[in-house]
């Protein structure tokens, strides 16, 4: 069974409409991890929490946004979608430091 | 910024060899270290990790080494198999990023019978 599960699997927006990526999980862990992959590329660390803690990487563009209304929820919010953030979104949750992290199997975004 | 990285971005072997993978790191305050395999169009998939406080680790088929000295990590599949064909990212934390989880670039690993 599925343990972090990303919703949709594909996803398709328009230039500058807004949109939500969504995860959740059944395996009640503290961190969640939002990442961004492009093609070829290593998934790049977008933010994560830490419990409601929420640890914003330097280099993450304000456009994008998330909320964890509790444990087992998290969205990612683009709130104005350029050609440049297609890319494949992955969520992934851990349950603390020095384990490893859970992936789900992402979310790819088109924009169009 | 520091991260981690891999020495080659391409791999190809026999079924049926050993495979090594390498990744060198630059942030010598890195206490964890994980190897993910990443198929097409999905998710990581954990294989295996190591603590900073060992050199090294094994798993089915698999064995991890860590030399903190010249700050190099190593992925060993034994009788690389077809299935064994993958993306293979190295990703470490550190303790100044707390529960942060940094992947560094891949290599792709191509499996041939």
């Known amino acids: 069974d599925a343990m972090v599960i990303q919703n949709p699997r594909y996803q398709v927006t328009q230039f500058g409409k807004p949109v939500t990526l969504s995860c959740s999980q059944t395996l009640n862990h503290n961190v969640m991890y939002w990442y961004q992959q492009k093609s070829s590329q290593a998934p790049k660390l977008l933010f994560h929490?830490?419990?409601?803690?929420?640890?914003n990487e330097a280099d993450t563009p304000d456009n994008f946004q998330s909320r964890r209304p509790n444990t087992s929820f998290c969205f990612l919010d683009i709130r104005s979608p350029g050609l440049g953030d297609a890319a494949m979104y992955l969520c992934?949750?851990?349950?603390?430091?020095?384990?490893?992290?859970?992936f789900g199997q992402g979310t790819r975004l088109t924009v169009v | 910024g520091e991260s981690v990285g891999l020495h080659l971005p391409t791999l190809s072997v026999q079924e049926g060899d050993n495979s090594i993978i390498n990744c060198a790191y630059s942030?010598?305050?890195?206490?964890?270290f994980i190897w993910y395999k990443q198929e097409s169009g999905k998710g990581p998939q954990f294989i295996i990790d190591i603590r900073s406080n060992m050199d090294k680790r094994q798993g089915q088929r698999v064995t991890v080494l860590l030399n903190k000295t010249v700050k190099h990590l190593s992925l060993q599949i034994a009788a690389t198999q077809p299935g064994d064909s993958a993306v293979y990212f190295c990703?470490?934390?550190?303790?100044?990023?707390?529960?942060?989880?940094?992947f560094g670039k891949g290599t792709t690993l191509s499996v041939s019978s």
């Open positions: 992934a949750t851990g349950a603390g430091r020095l384990v490893e992290a859970f």
């Open positions: 942030n010598s305050a890195s206490d964890y």
């Open positions: 990703a470490e934390t550190y303790n100044q990023a707390g529960t942060a989880l940094i």
């Open positions: 929490y830490y419990d409601k803690d929420f640890n």
